[in-house]
């Protein structure tokens, strides 16, 4: 906290910051110093430079830090008390790709991240609380990894690790480096590549999942590989983190006692203290009984792809943006294909071209695999596109190249 | 495009058999052009299911320091190398 107040000095003064920092430590401190200073962290989808320099068009007043490594060296100062920060005072501001093809921000004010930083304590660490040692695979400026990583060791005795490991060998080296209790915070295709890998850290004792529900069969393979205690966990950018359950026996979500959750002609409505508004959940869930739902999907312009979610009719605007396509779609083939897959008209372009444009504005993850290009999409009379008819010409295709 | 070694070929056969690329053939990848993001423009699903074929075919784990660096195994080359340092 020293630290931080002293790069808070040092901070350009700007009303926001766009913190890109690998480094947690790096990125906790930055994080801070631009809380004391009065200044908001904005925290981009992904670190595209099309992303980057959009936010920057909409919020001028703005500088981005983490870049280049020229910040004052670690100096190992002992920690101090967090000082007392203004309830209202916008700290980050959180966003999600929506379908108007501007991310949408989602303000998250010192009193939502604080108070959501100890409800999370109670809601997932519960009464047992010792000193926990955690590594996140999740970066910081995900909103999975900012509560986690970032809001809950201010709050809760839980050290977080430096580190950002991505390949099962890193992350058994990061967990190695921690003194018990260890915990490790992550997503499914993380830990399914750590249980496929076959590499084993010396010791695990808990799981925190989260970004895409967890499969029976993954959590129960991971229990009994690691011996860890599994839990999966439910958030959205809106709201933060919402719910909990064990993966390995339960089907429904148990939501923490400081959200409302109801159900109206929209969807469902989330409501809280520490929320400076009323959400509503980009998932369709069945609410059950006092404080439990069933998770049913996506509302229908939701992917989620590796984790990382995103909105089919923003991927198709900025396809459709690109010099030389004259009309196309990207569509989720099913719940088995691990990519989206896309159909375009653009005579007169190879798809590396196209793909070449598109990698500019849309992250790898969503890019369509594979992507055909077709004289025509099949629209009805009203313009409208068919899934069925765009799932046949695709399939055909696809069928005749297989020949 | 430079010229693949064996290896390189090889270990280029193997990438599009783990990722189900269709319509590039081996000698297609250019051993020099960047493999994740731009040029082949594979992803973070592509690099952790390609890390579990090499650790399958070669018993070596790959490491990097942290999400943005694994883009140090950047080409089909320093890729191949990497192998061939860590192998036996």
Sequence with gaps: MAEAAALAEQLPRHAYVINLHSDRYRYLRAFCAAVIAGQCTLMPPNRLAHTLSQLAETYPDSYVIGEDGDEPPISGVAGSAIPAIDPEQLCAIAFTSGSTGVPKPNKKYWRTLEEGAKGNARLLLGSDIGELNMVATVPAQHMWGMEMSIMLPLFAPVAISDKTPFFPQDIADAINELPAPVALVSSPIHLEALLRSGVKPNRLDRIFTATAPLSRKLAINLETTFAARVQDVFGCSESGILATRNPSTEDLWNYADFFDLDATQEGIRIRANHLPEDVLMPDIVELVGDRQYRWLGRHADMVNIAGKRGSLADINNRLRELDGVVDGVIFARDEQAEHLAGLVVAPGMDVSDILRQLKNRIEPVFLPRPIYKVDMLPRQETGKIAVKAVMDMFNQIRASKAN | ?88
């Design chain 2, 1 to 88: 495009m430079a010229a693949q070694t064996e290896n390189e070929k090889a270990l280029a056969a193997l990438i599009i058999e783990t990722l189900n690329l269709e319509d590039v053939a081996p000698d297609d990848i250019d051993p020099e052009e960047p493999l994740f993001g731009d040029g082949l423009g594979l992803d973070s699903i592509d690099a952790l299911e390609l890390a579990l074929a090499i650790t399958q075919k070669y018993a070596i784990q790959l490491k990097a320091e942290d999400a943005n660096t694994h883009k140090a195994f950047g080409t089909l080359r320093t890729l191949n190398a990497y192998i061939e340092d860590n192998s036996g």
